[in-house]
């Protein structure tokens, strides 16, 4: 009966893992150029109303955190956050910045952000600061 049971909860578990890599797809955002050696990058990410106590983790291709946006109080449908993260120059490829955009709330599996949660996303080369 336990190895029965220990067989069950490995193929739920294994499902909900096949399940949550594929709600984790990839946002490609093009870069209108190369970076210079005494530049860096930016994205700049604006949300609309998030799920109460929800944050929006963004995340490169290979899986790092590049930051996150918090979700305090009762959403409103004209709330809005907007913050600037730092991304290393290592994850733009081909002029291209491939992101996973995530949104994870108590209670709830984590899953991909809809549209109306990401109101923009934008790649900024700003000065190196010495």
């Given at each position: 009966?336990r190895?029965a049971?220990?067989?069950a909860?490995?193929?739920s578990l294994?499902?909900a893992?096949?399940?949550?890599?594929?709600?984790?797809?990839?946002t490609d955002?093009?870069?209108?150029?190369?970076?210079?050696?005494?530049?860096?990058?930016?994205?700049r990410v604006?949300?609309?109303p998030?799920?109460?106590?929800a944050?929006?983790?963004?995340?490169?291709e290979?899986?790092?955190?590049?930051?996150s946006i918090?979700?305090?109080?009762?959403?409103?449908p004209?709330d809005?956050?907007s913050?600037?993260?730092?991304?290393q120059?290592?994850n733009?490829v081909?002029?291209r910045?491939?992101?996973?955009l995530?949104v994870?709330?108590?209670?709830?599996?984590?899953?991909?952000?809809?549209?109306?949660?990401?109101?923009?996303?934008e790649?900024?080369?700003?000065?190196?600061?010495?």
């Amino acid at each position: 009966m336990r190895h029965a049971l220990s067989i069950a909860l490995l193929v739920s578990l294994a499902s909900a893992g096949l399940v949550s890599a594929q709600e984790r797809k990839l946002t490609d955002l093009l870069v209108s150029r190369d970076p210079g050696p005494n530049e860096a990058v930016r994205l700049r990410v604006v949300t609309g109303p998030l799920p109460f106590g929800a944050r929006l983790v963004v995340k490169t291709e290979g899986g790092d955190v590049i930051g996150s946006i918090m979700s305090y109080g009762m959403p409103n449908p004209n709330d809005t956050h907007s913050e600037t993260f730092p991304v290393q120059s290592r994850n733009v490829v081909n002029r291209r910045l491939r992101l996973q955009l995530l949104v994870e709330a108590p209670g709830a599996m984590t899953r991909r952000a809809t549209p109306d949660e990401i109101l923009k996303l934008e790649v900024i080369i700003v000065p190196r600061r010495s």
